[in-house]
């Protein structure tokens, strides 16, 4: 069964250090996600992409975070200057598209940031 | 926006017995509503899922049920086993918004006592 991959499945990183988080979309998906959850919290939705180009972004998703699909396979995640609340367990999430029956968000096994 | 609302957050049960999570949401133009198993250290996974054209929906143990006049939506396991011990989590999308945004709920801790 296809699924969502993410890597590293771990990072460690210095405050103010730049990051990049990636993630393998399910093959014919078109929309794409990235989620974070910080210890024992919520799952909090951060951004959504379709067509190259961001279609939503929550309030968290501020100058420090971008994202891109570099290639045909890849979508990225990254944070310029990490901070110590960034430490997270970031997830991506893929869906077909977001018409009824094809919207199911499928998600990967996350990248766990610890941010020193 | 919509606000996801899950109860309980922990929920003990004995191996065999039930177990039953509720979740409540503001926005009636809501019109899906997943449900999302997460295990230790892994990502959410899909497990049951409901649309708001239908009341209830039924896979072998795992059953949901929707109220669209109260805006409530729960999940249902029955002769619950040891490997149901897992944070589970209700969504709801942000209607209308392309890419449909999951607000989660606060997630329920079910431990199943053999």
């Known amino acids: 069964e296809p699924e969502v991959t993410q890597t590293p499945s771990h990072q460690v990183t210095q405050m103010g250090q730049e990051v990049i988080l990636r993630c393998v979309p399910i093959?014919?998906?078109?929309?794409f996600y990235w989620y974070r959850q910080i210890l024992g919290q919520k799952v909090e939705f951060l951004v959504s992409?379709?067509?190259?180009?961001?279609?939503?972004k929550s309030e968290i998703f501020d100058d420090q975070f971008s994202v891109e699909r570099p290639d045909g396979s890849n979508f990225t995640l990254k944070i310029r200057s990490t901070k110590l609340e960034d430490s997270a367990m970031y997830f991506c999430?893929?869906?077909?598209?977001?018409?009824?029956?094809?919207?199911?968000?499928?998600f990967g096994p996350g990248t766990r940031l610890t941010v020193l | 926006g919509e606000n996801v609302e899950q109860h309980p957050s922990t929920l003990s049960v004995q191996e065999g017995d039930s177990a039953v999570i509720k979740c409540t949401y503001s926005?009636?133009?809501?019109?899906?509503f997943p449900w999302y198993k997460q295990e230790l250290g892994k990502g959410p996974q899909l497990i049951i899922d409901?649309?708001?054209?239908?009341g209830e929906k039924k896979d072998q143990r795992i059953a949901v049920t929707l109220n669209k006049t109260a805006k409530h939506f729960s999940l249902h396991i029955t002769e619950t086993q040891p490997e149901d011990s897992a944070v589970y989590f209700c969504?709801?999308?942000?209607?209308?918004?392309?890419?449909?945004?999951?607000?989660f709920g606060g997630g329920t801790r079910v431990l199943v006592k053999p």
């Open positions: 999430a893929s869906s077909e598209s977001f018409a009824v029956s094809t919207d199911t968000q499928y």
């Open positions: 093959s014919n998906h078109l929309y």
């Open positions: 992409f379709y067509n190259n180009e961001i279609s939503e």
């Open positions: 926005d009636s133009a809501s019109n899906y």
């Open positions: 409901i649309r708001s054209n239908v």
């Open positions: 969504a709801a999308p942000r209607s209308g918004a392309a890419g449909n945004k999951l607000t």
